[in-house]
């Protein structure tokens, strides 16, 4: 990246980088026929037909050569073309938009102008992503303050970031090398300042990264260690002490879809979850009054972050699609951050505490 | 297709010298001295935009930010953005030439409601305050599309000001369009039918039909964001519960359709120039004429292509998709039927067909880059990068500007009674298209390769390419001036022009240049379809 | 309304630029209209706003919907609801040449029109006393999610205002009418100003009978308590 | 030739009188009755709890009454096809506006991945 002076041509680092550049290449085909044809019938009729005399040429009688049909012609042709385009770009936008189940997490959090990154396994950095090769990566991101945008060119992905909600966007990349991150939403004055660098690494060079790094323990823990400090287990319980009656345990929820009050229902999922602590009225489980005070102002973004996460950590309920074993590799990164992990009671039935706390921890 | 045509009588004073006197203007209700009083600010206007436009490019000529700081910077485009969109786009065509011509070319005296057409001149004007007022007292910084929150409470910049001028200025193209609606129903000459009608009209109903359903929109989208940020009454911000994606959605429901908006006249103008100088009826009348009003519905179902990566849902996304590929196909419909209309046609190059053939491959360019756009993977990659720039740039300026300039070379003879030098303005031309293509043409390389939008500072990568673009500019900035140049000249020593002097059927060309007051000495009456060209009709002048 | 510039004490003739009388008065019909469904398009907006929040947060409309007085909307819906009978009545006098009625009905039509914003008055008085009006000062009293009540009560504000103001510009214009009126400016023949008038009424009217039911009438069984 | 013929060029049959149409004072008075009653019908049916039909008949009444002022007040039960068509156009680009967001709204989600 920072070597080249000039290039025409993005590098093409993820997995959908190929598919994008495929579509591109079909649309660039696509339009240069059509530009060149109607440019070169264009130049040729004004030629051919320029006048020579005064004399006006005998109207031309649009059924002599076919003018319905013509229509009929060049509005169905394009028609079907730009409807290849649709399809194509659709299935690519799909699959753009639905992380793969196993995918590693990362945060984001956009702040006017800077990228805060934190990893599952506590990792910290600011406007630098490290990243393994070939794994698939799931940014969860918010902001502080406006709209920012996360916008990776070498992975041909981006997506708006967002205050008051959480937005996902994820890539695998296969490449190894270093990337721009861009904003590419305008955020104010520093927003072309709004820039980082992704760092795309070998597996064991991650790993070495991610042992270097900060002791404050993983998201979840740091997320535990909030939702005690806040006081929310004397409420919500624990995996150990599962009723307290007055509150919904949050063991094993999330992932889950729950009855509301006004009788609707809803996903428990990232945004569900943040929402319940800034606005705890405003979808409340069927059977519980609204006694929870907000925690609008007493939570940073990346505060409410790890409490999400710390709540994902306590997982979904046994055989729930998302818990997949973690891969190997996982195990030894995440094995000595998984051990606080036991401060917290770990029985319960229905509950498998161990699946429960790694699956938090990819 | 026309059954009276007066020779201008020289004694009867036109609708220039009618009447003297700078109040003779201010209060006129004549649909065409309102047009001239529009051309001098909308041009004032062009000029203002266009030097900000030159800053730009000259800032950007350099990765670093060291011409001005990124405030400034940030200024720039939005004051370009706001100016050039709403104070030179929207009401280019539609209030000069539309304004002008479309009463003449119905056969009507005026417009139905002059009186409201001179009031949307001084809201335009008091709009236009607004918006110097907030460029002299400091600028606003919130880039032209106010997006929330960052617009409603994190702006330095006069956005109260700015919103309210835009707010204003809304309301003048609103009448604009209310009238043109009225007028097109109401006051056609006896036997103009509807299907007898200039494409140039037809074109014009689409507009308004556009600026009267979309602009309130704005116009209360805008409302809301001043509330809430002069009195911290939340409707979008998050921090009070708001939804800022909501805002976007209001913003674009006016703000995609305000592009046809932009383009739908210039089409019309371009229709008008190519049937007139390859002296051939359209091909296609019916499929040109119901083109721009599917373009006018569909053009309202497709916003949202703006919101593919701003967490809008993804089956919205997916909607929004499918229909912007099928609002794609009325403006492939006219750019097969123009291409068709010059076969075997008497094509003359004048400077007006000059333009009107550029506008053909611009707008073809800018027309299928948007089919990229509209992609939902690929707008993912491209949005808000240098490949929109681009893409705009090419329907707006490529378009609709080639359209402007082409309808202003086309009508100047009728609208003074004068002619400009053929051999300048044809060089301006050509150095427009060449400038244009050398400006933008790079920035679509530019955005595949990810280079973002409003950024003041780049990677040294994108140089090579921001400087073509920059040196393009600077041709752009050149021609533009040398047609300013010539045209001033010719109002004091151009050549007197005919009434006829391209040869053109439509009604406006059967009276005098300039117009008497009241456009025609008689009503005239339609007996014909539009553009009958028979060989003893046509009077070739110049 | 580019009519009112025409000629009072005199047989009324068209402009200059239209052949006739019936073409004008078509014309300012037509224009009328169109002008009518951009105000359809300036509520919308609102009106988007206000469904788009009321979806996302039910609890708080329902309950921010309680604070209202359901009694005072009723009312103020019928006194709204008599100024467009009497508004309509004023046109019908225009158009079979009653002078004086036009004169009375107009009267009557602003009166009801005063004691409607009158009543407004005074609930958004009672709002500024209980601290329902969005901003640093704001509360809602036994209101439920209470963090988004204050986007219904800025519609509220919103909508009704703007809705308010719509009456007040109403206001200014029947002044005229009536003082024209009272000259005998209108006859059968022509009376575009007071029938273009009554359509511009009546569309208020009509954006009330929507206002009512979506500010006043959200959950007022308290089902969702 | 102009003054005897201004129809030529105009849209079919709008010369009528369709702006003089006098309504008979009852029908005035019939619709006002109605819209007083249906007030107080739908303040009264809101005070019960119908569930999700609350909503529907609140509108539904509304849309009535809007409906009545529309045609007999606002007299477009006698006016031309082409005000009647500037009417429709209107509602039906509220109702595009309304519908077309609301659908992104109310999709939000169904991903089950947030901000998608």
Redesign the interface.
């Known amino acids: 990246m920072g070597e080249k002076s000039f290039q025409l041509f993005p590098d093409a680092a993820s997995s959908i980088a190929g598919s994008v550049d495929g579509l591109y290449a079909y649309m660039v085909l696509v339009s240069a026929f059509f530009s060149l044809l109607i440019a070169v019938l264009v130049v040729y009729f004004a030629i051919k037909y320029r006048r020579k005399d005064d004399s006006v040429p005998a109207p031309v009688d649009e059924h002599s050569i076919g003018g319905m049909i013509l229509e009929i012609v060049w509005s169905v042709i394009p028609l079907g073309l730009s409807l290849v385009m649709f399809a194509w770009g659709a299935s690519i936008f799909f699959t753009e938009s639905k992380p793969p189940a196993d995918a590693m997490e990362v945060f984001v959090t956009g702040k006017q102008w800077m990228w805060k990154i934190q990893h599952n396994e506590g990792a910290r950095e600011i406007n630098e992503l490290h990243i393994p090769i070939n794994r698939d990566i799931r940014l969860t991101m918010t902001s502080e303050d406006v709209i920012h945008d996360f916008y990776v060119p070498a992975f041909r992905t981006k997506a708006d970031v967002l205050p008051g909600r959480y937005t996902t966007e994820w890539f695998r990349p296969t490449q190894l090398g270093e990337y721009h991150i861009f904003c590419a939403e305008y955020c104010g004055t520093k927003h072309s300042g709004m820039i980082g660098t992704v760092y795309v690494m070998s597996e064991p060079d991650y790993n070495k990264w991610l042992a270097s790094g900060s002791g404050e323990g993983s998201m979840a823990e740091q997320g535990q260690a909030l939702f005690n400090q806040l006081g929310c287990g004397n409420c919500h319980g624990s995996s150990i002490n599962k009723n307290l009656g007055r509150c919904p345990n949050l063991v094993g929820i999330f992932g889950t879809t729950v009855d509301l009050?006004?009788g609707s229902r809803t996903r428990v999922d990232e945004s569900y979850i943040r929402e319940s602590i800034?606005?705890p009225?405003?979808?409340?489980v069927a059977g519980y009054d609204?006694i929870m005070p907000?925690f609008?102002g007493l939570l940073t973004e990346d505060g409410l972050l790890k409490v999400v996460e710390y709540i994902r950590s306590l997982g979904p309920k046994n055989g729930a699609p998302a818990s997949v074993p973690p891969s190997p590799t996982e195990t030894t990164a995440t094995e000595s951050t998984t051990q606080p992990m036991g401060n917290a009671p770990q029985a319960g039935p229905g509950t498998q505490p161990r699946t429960g706390a790694k699956t938090g921890n990819r | 297709m026309i059954t009276t045509a007066p020779p201008a009588v020289e004694t009867k004073k036109n609708y220039l010298t009618e009447k003297e006197g700078l109040m003779s203007w201010l209060l006129t209700s004549d649909h065409k001295r309102i047009a001239i009083l529009y051309l001098i600010a909308v041009v004032a206007f062009f000029f203002i935009g266009g030097l900000f436009a030159v800053l730009i490019r000259l800032e950007l000529a350099t990765p670093a930010g060291d011409l001005v700081d990124s405030n400034t910077y940030n200024k720039f485009f939005t004051m370009h953005g706001i100016i050039m969109v709403l104070f030179f786009l929207i009401p280019s065509i539609p209030a000069i030439l539309g304004n002008f011509v479309l009463p003449m070319m119905i056969g009507?005296?005026?417009?139905?409601?002059?009186?409201?057409n001179l009031l949307s001149w001084y809201i335009y004007m008091v709009g236009g305050v607004f918006t110097l007022y907030v460029l002299l007292s400091g600028g606003v910084d919130t880039g032209w599309t106010f997006y929330t929150p960052f617009s409603s409470s994190y702006s330095n910049g006069y956005v109260i000001a700015a919103g309210l001028g835009i707010f204003i200025n809304g309301f003048s193209a609103?009448l604009t369009g209310?009238?043109f609606?009225?007028?097109v129903?109401?006051?056609r000459a006896p036997g103009l039918t509807w299907f007898r009608l200039p494409l140039f009209v037809w074109a014009h109903y689409a507009t308004s039909m556009i600026q009267?359903?979309?602009?309130?929109?704005i116009?209360?989208?805008l409302?809301?964001l001043v509330?809430e940020r002069g009195?911290?009454?939340?409707?979008f911000d998050p921090a009070?519960?708001?939804?800022p994606v909501?805002f976007q959605?209001?913003f674009w429901f006016y703000s995609h359709p305000a592009v046809y908006i932009m383009i739908l006249p210039s089409m019309g103008v371009v229709t008008e120039i190519i049937t007139t100088f390859c002296s051939k009826k359209p091909f296609g009348y019916t499929f040109i004429a119901f083109s721009s009003v599917a373009i006018a519905v569909f053009g309202f179902l497709v916003w949202g292509h703006h919101l593919f990566v701003s967490s809008q849902s993804v089956y919205a996304g997916m909607v929004f998709s499918v229909l912007s590929y099928i609002v794609a196909i009325p403006s492939a419909i006219k750019v097969f039927n123009w291409t068709a209309t010059m076969y075997k046609g008497s094509v003359r190059l004048e400077t007006p067909m000059l333009y009107a053939i550029g506008f053909i491959g611009l707008f073809t360019v800018g027309g299928l880059t948007g089919l990229f756009l509209a992609s939902l993977g690929m707008n993912v990659h491209l949005t808000d990068t240098y490949f929109v720039i681009a893409h705009f740039h090419y329907v707006m300026v490529g378009g609709a500007i080639m359209g402007f300039m082409g309808g202003i070379h086309y009508w100047w003879p009728k609208m003074f009674g004068v002619m400009y030098s053929q051999v300048w303005s044809k060089v301006a031309a050509i150095i427009i298209f060449m400038g244009f293509n050398l400006t933008f043409f790079p920035q679509f390389l530019l955005g595949y390769m990810g280079m973002p939008r409003r950024y003041h500072v780049y990677p040294a990568e994108f140089q090579v390419l921001n400087v073509l673009s920059s040196a393009g500019a600077s041709i752009l900035g050149v021609g533009y001036m040398v047609a300013f140049v010539y045209l001033v000249w010719s109002l004091k020593f151009g050549e007197k022009a005919g009434p006829n002097p391209w040869g053109a059927t439509t009604l406006e060309w059967q009276t005098s240049s300039p117009p008497i007051s009241?456009n025609f000495e008689v009503?005239p009456v339609v007996t014909q379809e539009a553009y009958t060209y028979t060989s003893e009709e046509v009077v070739h002048v110049v | 309304m580019?009519s009112t510039?025409t000629p009072l004490d005199q047989t009324p003739v068209a402009?200059?630029?239209?052949?006739?009388l019936?073409?004008q008065?078509?014309?300012s019909?037509?224009?009328m209209?169109?002008?009518?469904?951009?105000?359809?398009?300036?509520?919308?907006?609102?009106?988007?706003?206000y469904?788009?929040?009321r979806?996302?947060?039910?609890?708080?409309f329902a309950s921010a919907s309680n604070k209202t007085n359901?009694l005072i909307?009723?009312f103020n819906?019928?006194v709204l609801?008599?100024s467009?009978?009497t508004?309509?009545?004023a046109v019908?006098a225009a158009?079979?040449g009653k002078k004086n009625l036009i004169v009375l009905f107009l009267i009557l039509t602003l009166l009801l029109g005063g004691a409607f914003l009158g009543v407004k008055a005074y609930e958004y008085h009672d709002k500024w006393v209980h601290h329902e009006v969005?901003?640093?000062h704001f509360e809602c009293e036994g209101c439920?999610?209470?963090?988004?009540t204050?986007?219904f009560f800025?519609?509220y504000?919103?909508m009704t205002g703007?809705h308010a103001s719509h009456m007040i510009i109403g206001f200014f214009i029947l002044v005229y009418l009536i003082r024209q009126a009272g000259k005998g400016a209108y006859t059968?023949k022509w009376f575009?100003p007071v029938?273009m008038f009554?359509?511009y009424w009546?569309?208020v009217?009509?954006v009330w009978?929507?206002l009512?039911?979506?500010l006043?009438?959200?959950?007022?069984?308290?089902?969702?308590k | 030739m102009?003054?005897d013929h201004?129809t030529g060029g105009?849209d079919e049959n709008?010369?009528e009188h369709?702006?003089?149409h006098?309504?008979p004072?009852g029908i005035?008075?019939a619709v006002?009755l109605a819209?007083?009653v249906l007030?107080?019908v739908?303040?009264g049916v809101?005070?019960?709890?119908?569930?999700r039909l609350?909503?529907f008949v609140?509108?539904s009444?509304?849309i009535f009454?809007?409906s009545l002022?529309?045609l007999?007040?606002?007299h477009l039960k006698w006016?031309t096809r082409?005000?009647k068509m500037?009417?429709m156009?209107?509602?039906y680009?509220?109702i595009l506006?309304?519908f077309i967001?609301?659908m992104d709204?109310?999709t939000r989600g169904w991903m089950g991945v947030p901000g998608r």
């Open positions: 009050k006004d800034l606005y009225q405003a979808k409340i609204d907000t609008k | 009507a005296k005026d417009l139905a409601f002059p009186k409201i609103i209310l009238n609606i009225v007028t129903h109401r006051m009267v359903l979309g602009t309130p929109v116009a209360v989208t409302f809301l509330l009195l911290h009454i939340g409707f009070y519960g708001g939804d909501l959605h209001m009241e009503t | 580019s510039a402009r200059h630029h239209f052949e006739n019936e073409q008065k078509d014309a019909t037509i224009g209209w169109v002008f009518l469904i951009t105000e359809i398009m300036f509520f919308g907006g609102l009106f988007m706003a469904f788009a929040y979806q996302a947060y039910p609890a708080a359901l909307g009723a819906t019928t609801i008599c467009s009978l508004m309509a009545l019908r158009a079979t969005p901003g640093a439920q999610d209470a963090g988004h204050p986007l800025a519609l504000f919103g703007l059968p575009t029938e009554g359509l009546h569309f009217d009509i009978i929507f009512f039911p979506l006043y009438l959200i959950d007022r069984s308290g089902a969702a | 102009a003054h201004n105009q709008l010369t369709h702006s003089e006098i309504v004072i005035y008075i006002f819209l007083i007030t107080w739908t303040s809101a005070t019960l709890d119908l569930g609350n909503i609140a509108l009444i509304a009454k809007a002022v529309l007999f007040f606002m006016a082409l005000t500037i009417v156009s209107g509602i680009w509220l506006l309304l967001v609301m709204l109310w």
